[in-house]
């Protein structure tokens, strides 16, 4: 419909990129772009009965809402001169749709499709998609001498897709790693935690580790019989979590206390460092009997589920099933881990005339007793072994 109306104002227009790339490999996209010869102010004009966004109008992007979904639309541009390392000093327009492409990454992102003329394709995009290849349109090194965060993009991508890294893409890559510097934290963890969530991480960290050092040095301490195991790991988390493959890479350094600062630096949420940290808290802990699954349980602010997928990727022998039943077993009203758990409340120790610290104190007691079985979690016998604890300490 958007083309239909660009067309219609005699405007050329394409569906571009990351879309067109994934119709191709028979995924459906999530999002669509579209750039056309129109200048912005012109695509105003024809979707003036539209919803827009002009947040980007100054680089020649207006976005039009469509169905409660925003569609960017931009201005076909050619490559201007870069300073940073991230952006063009400037903002060129072109008429030309070539030239517009010629300045984008890598081929397989650079591909336009229109429903009446078909796929445009001037670098090979389709013949590099079919190969699994992931290279830089023109010059590598030019390519990552305009936006450093093009060198993480490419590794997601490997990744996402399983693909490889064009040889002279990758050379330069590698010759041009200490310019992600110029990118800022918040950008490189956007692209780190794609990679982490895609299939092909495992491989992508090893075989360009020297990439993940620059921003992640403290990998460096990572001996190579750990990174083999590492790498066993990593493949072993099927799920695909950032969270559980962060924990998994932070478990293999040698100074495990330097997690939080890690996270930090790299700009993950309170949530993230939270899970991470906890996984990590617990990783060691042999949680085989009752009583030690209660005590893991007991320290665990994360979900069950995480905990599972963390330990069978750090010990593939181990039963899920049967770690499941059990904790099963556990979570039924005999058993607690938690005060929150004990069928009795600091209330009632105050009806029986326990105050103050001592009602924090008897209660951790309590459930100490619970965990280890010395005691049922029932009421009467609890509020017996509470009076018993209160008159020993007397």
């Known amino acids: 419909m958007l083309l239909k109306k660009l067309n219609d104002a005699g405007f050329e227009a394409y569906v571009v990129g990351g879309a067109v790339r994934d119709s191709l490999r028979g995924e459906i996209p999530h999002d669509y772009d579209i750039t056309t010869n129109a200048l912005p102010d012109q695509m105003k004009q024809v979707f003036h009965?539209?919803?827009?966004?002009?947040?980007?109008?100054?680089?020649?992007?207006?976005?039009?809402?469509?169905?409660?979904?925003?569609?960017?639309?931009?201005?076909?541009?050619?490559?201007?001169?870069?300073?940073?390392?991230r952006h063009p000093d400037h903002v060129e327009f072109t008429s030309a749709l070539k030239e517009d492409c010629q300045r984008r990454d890598f081929t397989i992102n650079a591909m336009c499709y229109h429903p009446d003329q078909g796929f445009v394709d001037f670098f090979g995009g389709k013949e590099d998609l079919k190969k699994g290849i992931i290279r830089c349109i023109g010059d590598p090194e030019k390519r990552f001498e305009e936006d450093a965060l093009r060198i993480l993009r490419a590794l997601r991508f490997a990744a996402r897709f399983s693909f490889a890294i064009d040889p002279d893409t990758a050379r330069v890559?590698?010759?041009?790693?200490?310019?992600?510097?110029?990118?800022?934290?918040?950008?490189?963890?956007?692209?780190?935690?794609?990679?982490?969530?895609?299939?092909?991480?495992?491989?992508?960290?090893?075989?360009?580790?020297?990439?993940?050092?620059?921003?992640?040095?403290?990998?460096?301490?990572?001996?190579?019989?750990?990174?083999?195991?590492?790498?066993?790991?990593?493949?072993?988390?099927?799920?695909?979590?950032?969270?559980?493959?962060?924990?998994?890479?932070?478990?293999?350094?040698?100074d495990r206390m330097q997690a939080r600062k890690v996270l930090k630096r790299m700009k993950y949420s309170n949530h993230f460092i939270a899970t991470c940290t906890d996984?990590?808290?617990?990783?060691?802990?042999?949680?085989?009997?009752?009583?030690?699954?209660?005590?893991?349980?007991?320290?665990?602010?994360?979900?069950?589920?995480?905990?599972?997928?963390?330990?069978?990727?750090?010990?593939?022998?181990?039963?899920?099933?049967?770690?499941?039943?059990?904790?099963?077993?556990?979570?039924?009203?005999?058993?607690?881990?938690?005060?929150?758990?004990?069928?009795?409340?600091?209330?009632?120790?105050?009806?029986?005339?326990?105050?103050?610290?001592?009602?924090?104190?008897?209660l951790r007691i309590l459930l100490g007793k619970v965990m280890h079985e010395e005691i049922p979690n029932e009421k009467e016998l609890l509020l017996q072994e509470a009076q018993k604890y209160h008159s020993h300490q007397k």
């Open 279 to 362: 996984l990590l808290n617990t990783a060691d802990d042999p949680a085989t009997s009752d009583i030690q699954f209660r005590q893991v349980l007991g320290r665990m602010q994360t979900d069950t589920d995480t905990w599972f997928a963390f330990q069978k990727a750090l010990h593939p022998e181990m039963s899920l099933a049967e770690k499941k039943q059990q904790y099963a077993r556990l979570t039924n009203d005999a058993y607690c881990w938690k005060l929150s758990q004990l069928h009795i409340t600091g209330k009632d120790l105050i009806k029986i005339g326990i105050k103050g610290i001592a009602i924090g104190d008897t």
């Open 49 to 85: 009965d539209f919803h827009l966004i002009e947040t980007g109008i100054q680089h020649g992007t207006v976005t039009v809402m469509v169905n409660h979904k925003p569609v960017e639309i931009t201005t076909y541009r050619k490559d201007s001169p870069y300073q940073d390392h």
């Open 173 to 254: 890559l590698l010759e041009k790693k200490d310019t992600l510097s110029y990118v800022s934290m918040e950008r490189i963890n956007e692209e780190f935690t794609g990679i982490l969530k895609s299939k092909g991480c495992a491989d992508i960290l090893e075989d360009y580790r020297e990439v993940i050092e620059v921003f992640l040095p403290e990998i460096k301490t990572i001996r190579d019989d750990n990174w083999k195991l590492l790498h066993q790991r990593l493949d072993e988390e099927t799920t695909r979590r950032a969270d559980i493959r962060m924990s998994l890479i932070l478990y293999a350094l040698q």
